[in-house]
């Protein structure tokens, strides 16, 4: 069966400070894709960065990077330089090739940054 | 610009009560979907559609009903048989690409 897991409910950070949120990932297609979302408070769920099961390079967007280990079958999101903004709740979800388009979402990981 | 309108972004059910979530888009998108997400959980697909008129189940679509009679629109029904309805729902499309995933902004319906 496919699966995400993200085992961190919640975690905190000093301002400017890194974080690294972690998922896990199941599945026994060779094509697949990673995602990661915010959602605020909001609802809204905003996309942050995706990598595809062939991309050679780790995925990068601004502060974002996945650090994509395909042999642990891991994805995880590393944040550099927190800003107070990037409280938000954080998913990790899954697309691949057998599952006619549709996401499957991890449980989320709660951030909280500290002034 | 193009993207995806959830409407209501509030809405309010008595026990019984059929309603009736509405989403439109205008990406262009064949695959449109709607997911459900209670507090501080991930989110669990209810139905797609992948063109239109054709839709399926997903994990949790008891108690739920869509139709997909144009390519622009994917309105969901929450019926009285769904038992706990109080949720946030969440509508998306998608095109040939997995990249081109888009998210509505939601529909929170709570049952009074």
């Known amino acids: ?115 | 610009d193009g993207g995806i309108t959830q409407s209501p972004k509030y809405l309010f059910r008595k026990e019984g009560q059929n309603v009736t979530l509405s989403c439109e888009q205008n990406l262009n998108h064949d695959a449109m979907y709607w997911y459900r997400q209670d507090p501080g959980q991930g989110l669990r697909l209810i139905y797609y559609s992948q063109i239109v008129n054709d839709f399926q189940k997903g994990d949790i679509a008891e108690g739920y009903s869509v139709s997909r009679e144009k390519k622009e629109s994917f309105p969901l029904t929450v019926t009285s048989a769904q038992k706990n309805p109080t949720a946030f729902y969440l509508c998306a499309s998608n095109g040939v690409t997995p990249y081109g995933y888009t998210f509505g902004s939601g529909t929170r319906l709570t049952v009074v």
Do not use: H
């Open chain 1, 1 to 115: 069966a496919q699966k995400i897991t993200q085992t961190q409910p919640g975690m905190f950070v000093q301002e400017k400070e890194a974080v690294t949120l972690d998922c896990t990932y199941d599945t026994s297609d060779q094509s697949y894709g990673l995602f990661w979302y915010k959602q605020p408070s909001s609802g809204e769920m905003i996309f942050l960065i995706y990598q595809g099961s062939y991309d050679e390079q780790n995925a990068t967007e601004g502060r974002y990077s996945l650090n994509f280990q395909k042999a642990r079958k891991s994805a995880n999101l590393v944040i550099s330089a927190s800003q107070l903004g990037d409280s938000a709740m954080y998913f990790c979800a899954m697309w691949s090739s057998s599952n006619t388009g549709k996401l499957i979402f991890g449980q989320g990981t709660t951030l909280q940054v500290k002034p």
